[in-house]
C-alpha cells in the first residue's frame, strides 16, 4: 500500500534515502512517493472494474499539490473540488473541468459561474437556496447548470466526530425525508439540468458495511429519480479509512514494536470496500463516481522533522521538533495519530514513554502524548508517517513560519514540487498604511 521501508538501517521512500534528502531540502519537509498514489489510484480502480461505468473523482481538498494533480489527471482521475480555487488547480495540473465535481455547503455567486463556464460535470448541492442561486447565475450567463442533490442518508459511521457527515446532526446535504421535494423543485428551474444524486457519509471510515448502507438506504429514492428525471450518475463520495497505526510495512509493522502489533489501524483494503458496495451499486443501473481523499494519498506522504531539544519535568519527558501544528494540525484537531519512525533505525532497541512536540506556543502543538518510541536526541530526524492527507493543504504560517516544502519522489529521483517559503514570502500582499 505504500513505497517507505528500511533498507540496510535507513528509511527509504522508494528509491531515495530520506535521511540524504532532508539534508539536502532542510526540515521541516514533505515527502510523498509517485508510486504509492498512483498505486492506489489503480488499485482502487480496478477493484471497482466489474460496475464497468465509472469515474473515481479524487477529492483534492485532501492533497492539493500541483503535482499530485498532475499525476493523477494522467491516471485519468476525475476531481473533486470544493472551491473556485480548487478548479483552477485542477485546471492548472492539466484536469479536465469535465471530470470535475462541484462540492461544499458555501458556493459563492462568482465560484459558481466560474465553474459554469468553466463546464464542470455537476455541482453537488447541498441546500434548497444554493439550488436557486445556481439557477440565477446559470440563466444570467444564459447557460444551463448540470446538478446533482447531496442526500444524507442518515447512517451512522464508526470515526471521529468532527469528520462524520452522514448524520441528519450535520450540516451537510438535504434529508432523505426532503430530497424528493428538492428534487421537484430542481426540475422546475429552468436553467439547471438534473444529472445525478451524491452522498457522502465521512471520512476515515474502517469498515464498509455503512458505505452499502447508505447506498441500499437511497436505491429506492434514486429508482424514483431516475425513471422521473433520467439521471445520469450515483456518487457513493469518499471516505476510504487508511492505517495510521503500524503504518510501516516491513512486515506490515514498525520495526521496533514487534511483529502483529497493527492497533484500531486495520485497513479497509479496496477490495474489501469494492466486495460490498459493488452488487448495491450495480443494482442502480448508473455511472457510479467514488470521491476518494484519504484513500489515495494518505499513506503516500511523510513529514520530516528534526529533534531540536529534550526537555523533562517531573511528570513527563518531551522531545522537541523543528514541525509545528502550523504544518500538520491533525493530531490537534482530530486527536490525529501519526507513527513516529526515525530515518536512521538506532543501534539500540531501547523504548522511551514521551510527548513529541513542535515549537508553537499552543498546547495542542504535539504529535504524539506519552507513546513509547525509540530513544531520540538532538539531531535525529524522524518521519511523522501517513502525513499524505490533510497535511501541507491545512498548514498555515501562525507564529510567522513559513510554509514548507513538498518533495516529490519517483524511482530514485526527488524534485521539490514546491520550495519552501521565506520570510520575505511572509509579507507577501502586506503593506503599512500611509
Ligand atoms: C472530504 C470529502 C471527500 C473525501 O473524503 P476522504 O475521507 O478524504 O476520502 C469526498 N467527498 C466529499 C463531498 C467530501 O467532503
Redesign the pocket.
Known amino acids: 500500500m505504500h513505497s517507505f521501508r528500511y533498507v540496510d538501517g535507513s528509511l527509504k521512500c522508494e528509491g531515495v534515502d530520506l535521511e540524504k534528502l532532508a539534508s539536502e531540502v532542510g526540515t521541516p519537509a514533505y515527502v510523498y512517493s509517485a508510486e504509492t498514489i498512483r498505486g492506489n489510484y489503480r488499485r482502487l480502480d480496478e477493484a471497482l472494474a466489474p460496475l464497468g461505468d465509472r469515474m473515481i473523482c479524487y ?1 483534492m ?2 492533497n492539493g499539490n500541483l503535482s499530485v494533480l498532475n499525476l493523477l489527471a494522467k491516471e485519468g482521475a476525475g476531481f ?1 473540488i ?1 472551491s473556485g480555487g480548487e478548479l483552477f488547480k485542477v485546471l492548472k495540473a492539466g484536469g479536465r473541468a469535465d471530470r470535475c465535481t462541484f ?2 455547503v458555501g458556493k459563492t455567486a462568482a465560484e459558481i459561474e466560474y465553474a459554469l463556464r468553466q463546464g464542470i460535470y455537476s455541482f ?1 448541492v447541498e441546500s434548497e437556496e444554493e439550488l436557486e442561486m445556481i439557477n440565477a447565475v446559470a440563466a444570467k450567463a444564459g447557460l444551463v447548470a448540470p446538478i446533482a442533490i ?1 442526500v444524507n442518508p442518515d447512517v451512522d459511521a464508526p470515526t471521529h466526530k468532527y ?1 462524520s ?1 452522514g448524520k441528519s446532526k450535520n450540516k ?1 446535504g438535504i434529508g432523505l425525508d426532503r430530497a424528493a421535494a428538492v428534487y421537484e423543485r430542481a426540475a422546475s428551474l429552468p436553467n439547471l439540468k438534473i444529472r445525478g444524486l ?1 452522498t ?1 457519509i ?4 474502517l469498515k464498509a458495511p455503512p458505505f452499502a448502507e447508505a447506498v441500499r438506504k437511497l436505491t429506492p429514492l434514486v429508482l424514483e429519480l431516475k425513471a422521473k428525471y433520467g439521471l445520469e450518475f450515483f456518487s457513493v ?5 487508511i492505517v495510521y497505526r503500524g503504518a510501516l510495512s516491513s512486515g506490515d509493522a514498525a520495526w521496533w514494536k514487534g511483529s502483529g502489533e497493527n492497533g484500531e489501524g486495520d485497513r479497509l483494503a479496496p477490495e474489501t470496500y469494492a466486495a460490498e458496495v459493488i452488487e448495491p451499486l450495480k443494482a442502480l443501473g448508473l455511472r457510479i463516481l467514488f ?5 489515495i494519498v494518505g499513506n503516500a506522504g511523510v513529514l520530516l522533522t528534526s529533534v531540536l531539544y529534550r526537555k523533562s519535568t517531573p511528570t513527563k519527558n518531551f522531545v522537541i521538533v523543528d514541525a509545528g501544528m502550523n504544518d500538520l494540525i491533525r493530531p490537534a484537531l482530530y486527536e490525529g495519530y501519526h507513527e513516529i519512525e526515525p530515518l536512521k533505525q538506532p543501534s539500540s532497541t531501547d523504548l522511551e514513554r514521551v510527548d513529541v512536540v513542535g515549537p508553537v506556543c499552543e498546547s495542542g502543538d504535539f504529535f504524539a502524548q506519552d507513546r513509547e518510541v525509540p530513544v531520540l536526541v538532538p539531531g535525529d530526524r524522524i518521519a511523522l508517517m501517513s502525513a499524505g ?2 497535511g501541507f493543504v491545512m498548514a498555515s504560517t501562525y507564529n510567522a513560519r513559513p510554509l514548507l516544502p513538498e518533495v516529490l519522489v519517483e524511482g530514485d529521483k526527488a524534485t521539490i514540487v514546491r520550495a519552501r517559503q521565506t520570510w520575505d514570502d511572509l509579507l507577501l500582499g502586506e503593506r503599512l498604511p500611509t
Open positions: 477529492a481538498k485532501a473533486d470544493v462540492a461544499g453537488n447531496r469528520i457527515t451537510f451524491q457522502h465521512g471520512s476515515q471510515i463520495g469518499g471516505g476510504v479509512g470521491e476518494p481523499g484519504r484513500f492527507a490533510y
